[in-house]
């Protein structure tokens, strides 16, 4: 039985980068990648949320099965977005 992080058994997580992850260029990347995968073990259902444009080195979050949202900074929808999510784990 693997120990479980969280009180839940379907954690919410939100994940708000400056930038998308980038693991083969930076270890920040490659950190926010060690992250997610070990939320995902724990059965989080995942969101990572920027206001960044993504590159041709961003990771694909969606191969991994995260949720990836575009926002935009200082916008009333964000409120809107955060509500409807209602993470467990920001």
Do not use: C, Y
């Amino acid at each position: 039985m693997k120990p479980n992080f969280f009180n839940t058994n379907n954690p919410v997580v939100l994940i708000m980068g400056k930038v998308w992850p980038e693991p083969e260029s930076s270890a920040a990347g490659s950190r926010m990648m060690q992250l997610i995968h070990f939320f995902k073990v724990q059965g989080a259902e995942i969101t990572f949320a920027t206001a960044a444009a993504e590159s041709e080195f961003s990771a694909d979050l969606q191969a991994l099965g995260v949720n990836s949202v575009r926002t935009k900074l200082n916008d009333a929808a964000f409120d809107v977005f955060i509500a409807n999510l209602n993470p467990d784990l920001v």
